[in-house]
């Protein structure tokens, strides 16, 4: 069964910091792996999707890496500002179609 | 506007009180889930929908029934609510294919007393 693992659970920094976010997988059998912003109350909006034949995607800032052979992905933040706050979360899509979620990081960027 | 609506933001019931809590999608996408959001426990799926009259179990699907008769709307109901099922609901939905982003509604709020 799927595992998707986040590392670190909450992160604080301080404005303009470069940051790594972690997501780790258990089955390398993914359709895509995608991350998500999560604001406090509200729902989940996709930041990037990777699929299974791509290594990375890149928005703005934001730039997520897929590994499917050791089961990793990365969500790089550039020149971090007070609105990155919230959770990021990811999720892999198994060809079942099933999403399995990680547990998400809670990110803070002090002014 | 390209959306998931769900339908109450906020409810609150008493234990066995049926319910049933609306999901419709106006982008014509054929996958749609519910999930259950939960502190320590995070996201996980209830059930998902790959087309219309086509439904499947995902991780905890006690307690929970769904159907989809029409494409846009994949309504969740709980028979039989109990103060467990309390918790923070989100609909979500998506194209088929490997390069679709889910797209989630603003959640429902439930509370079972």
């Known amino acids: 069964k799927q595992e998707v693992t986040q590392i670190p659970a909450a992160l604080s920094v301080p404005e303009g910091e470069n940051l790594v976010l972690n997501c780790s997988f258990t089955?390398?059998?993914?359709?895509?792996l995608q991350w998500f912003r999560q604001d406090p109350g509200k729902g989940l909006t996709s930041l990037l999707l990777i699929q299974s034949s791509q290594r990375e995607q890149t928005s703005g800032r934001l730039n997520a890496s897929l590994d499917k052979s050791s089961g990793r992905s990365t969500l790089y933040i550039a020149a971090s500002q007070p609105g990155d706050s919230a959770t990021y979360l990811c999720?892999?899509?198994?060809?079942?179609?099933?999403?399995?979620f990680g547990p998400g990081t809670r990110l803070s960027v002090l002014p | 506007e390209a959306q998931v609506t769900q339908n109450p933001r906020y409810l609150i019931t008493v234990t066995g009180k049926k319910l049933t809590v609306t999901c419709s999608q106006n982008m014509n996408h054929e996958y749609m889930s519910w999930y259950r959001q939960d502190p320590g426990l995070g996201l996980r799926q209830i059930y998902y929908?790959?087309?219309?009259?086509?439904?499947d179990k995902g991780d905890v699907p006690e307690g929970y029934k769904v159907s989809r008769k029409e494409k846009r709307n994949f309504p969740l109901i709980l028979e039989s609510p109990s103060p467990n099922q309390t918790s923070l609901y989100f609909c979500a939905s998506s194209r088929q294919g490997e390069n679709s982003p889910l797209h989630f509604g603003n959640g429902t709020r439930l509370t079972v007393t």
């Open positions: 929908s790959m087309n219309v009259e086509v439904t």
């Open positions: 089955d390398s059998a993914i359709y895509n």
């Open positions: 999720a892999g899509l198994n060809y079942g179609q099933n999403f399995v």
